[in-house]
């Protein structure tokens, strides 16, 4: 009747499952490659110190030092008493007061470091030198003969590494010649500078434009001479003023005004030649209304009211500060009184007076040079030198006491050479002999390093400024020095 059939499967795909499989997107996520890097490392450090001692052997005995010999034990008693006698006289003898152990080689007094150059191939001259209060740069001023066309002031840092000897570390260029430089004592980065037009001018190099400070400009209160020197002077409160003398026979003081970028007028002085102090030594007679034509100036290191000048004439004046005497010259419409500075004269040079120093150890010596070739060493108690030195057959212009030797001083002369005269010596012949080589290239300028005293710059009229160091016989004082000093400067005096 009824029987299995096995009849074929059917299957239904759903429609709502293909939809969503149609419209499932595809995502996926992978993270970036891990770098990785092993390093190793490893330190082997072993050190070994051993030390061994020789175990005394106990079957031997020990023995004692052996006595002194009786002999020697008698000799030693018989001349203690004469040994200890020549030592007490010993230790009161002055034999070895002036020995100085050489450690160096005797035969090199000075040695030549560098030779600057200057900051252009045209024929320049070096016109004046001077140390910063650091002693490690070194200002130096460039022009033609004392004229006024363009020139130069250029500085050198001697404590750089590499430095370029052709090549300044800074150049400030002049419109007209710089006839004086000189360095500020505590701030390294400023310097006072004359000018031929007779213009002062403070610069300062730690700016990286316009480096003039200050200046005078041309008023009636500057210079119309050309300015032969420049200093700066200690005022109140920690401050320090300019002093400038010029060939018109004015010596003025300068305060500083970097806020104005001026140079205000402190103070005048005017040299004029019938108020110069008559000396009793000497057959110079001052008259007439002229002015004294200053060539050169001083400070002294004791006195801050003292200061002396030099005159092309040869005149030798000791000057003050404090001075209340009226110049005897009309007023030329300056904004202060002209004061005539002059209270003592010394003996006369025959001819103009380039340089005069003060000793930093002597409150009464100094020294002054010209164009006689002689260097004279003057007490300013007494007119006449106390003693006159041959420098050169030719002009010194200028001379310096050493900073660290009493009795040492130099003199750049217009044969080219540097002299360096030790007073301590017997032989008043020079020590030593500082010379380039190169004849007829006058020495116009010098400076020793008061921070680095074994430095001594030397400008020449080639244009090159020599660095030479000093050997230690040159800069170490000796015992006796300053007695000797003080002997030399009483002796003529009483």
Not at 216 to 238: A, C, F, I, N
Not at 250 to 275: C, F, G, I
Not at 372 to 378: E, Y
Not at 380 to 401: G, I, K, M
């Amino acid at each position: 009747m009824f029987s299995d059939e096995t009849l074929a499967s059917l299957s239904i795909q759903p429609s709502w499952r293909t939809a969503q499989e149609s419209s499932r997107e595809s995502k996926g996520c992978q993270t970036q490659a891990v770098h990785s890097c092993q390093v190793s490392v490893q330190v082997r450090s072993t050190s070994a110190a051993f030390t061994q001692t020789q175990q005394p052997d106990p079957s031997v005995e020990r023995q004692d030092d052996p006595p002194p010999s009786p002999g020697l034990s008698e000799f030693l008693r018989r001349v203690e008493g004469l040994v200890t006698l020549e030592l007490l006289k010993n230790s009161r003898s002055h034999a070895f007061d002036d020995h100085r152990v050489q450690w160096e080689d005797g035969s090199q007094p000075v040695t030549c470091l560098h030779r600057l150059q200057p900051p252009s191939e045209e024929e320049l001259e070096v016109t004046c030198v001077s140390w910063s209060c650091t002693g490690a740069v070194i200002a130096c001023s460039y022009g033609r003969d004392w004229n006024s066309d363009k020139s130069y002031v250029c500085t050198w840092n001697l404590d750089r590494r590499n430095v370029s000897l052709k090549q300044a570390d800074q150049v400030i260029d002049v419109p007209t010649g710089v006839t004086a430089l000189c360095c500020h004592p505590e701030r390294p980065a400023i310097i006072a500078g004359g000018l031929y037009n007779g213009e002062v001018v403070v610069w300062d190099t730690s700016r990286a434009q316009d480096l003039v400070l200050a200046q005078t400009g041309m008023s009636t209160d500057s210079h119309r001479e050309p300015v032969y020197q420049v200093k700066w002077v200690p005022l109140q409160k920690k401050e320090f003023g300019v002093l400038s003398a010029c060939s018109g026979g004015r010596v003025l003081l300068w305060t500083l005004d970097s806020e104005q970028n001026q140079l205000v007028l402190h103070a005048a002085y005017a040299l004029m030649m019938q108020q110069v102090p008559q000396s009793s030594s000497s057959s110079f007679k001052a008259g007439g209304s002229s002015a004294v034509g200053i060539t050169s100036l001083a400070l002294s290191h004791w006195d801050p009211d003292t200061f002396l000048v030099g005159s092309e004439a040869g005149l030798l004046l000791r000057c003050s500060f404090s001075s209340q005497t009226l110049a005897a010259t009309p007023s030329d419409g300056e904004s202060v009184t002209l004061r005539a500075p002059a209270v003592f004269s010394f003996r006369p040079s025959t001819g103009p007076i380039h340089a005069i120093h003060c000793s930093p150890f002597h409150r009464n010596v100094f020294v002054s040079a010209g164009t006689d070739g002689l260097a004279h060493l003057h007490s300013l108690l007494q007119t006449d030198p106390l003693l006159s030195l041959r420098v050169s057959d030719s002009y010194v212009f200028e001379v310096q006491w050493s900073p660290t030797r009493p009795l040492v001083f130099a003199a750049a002369t217009g044969q080219g050479d540097v002299q360096i005269f030790d007073l301590s010596r017997r032989s008043l012949k020079p020590a030593a002999t500082i010379d380039h080589g190169q004849t007829g290239q006058a020495a116009t300028c010098l400076s020793f390093n008061s921070q680095n005293p074994r430095l001594l710059a030397v400008g020449k009229t080639d244009g090159t400024v020599g660095i030479w160091q000093l050997s230690s016989h040159l800069t170490e004082q000796i015992p006796s020095e300053m007695d000797q000093l003080e002997h030399m400067a009483t002796q003529a005096a009483e």
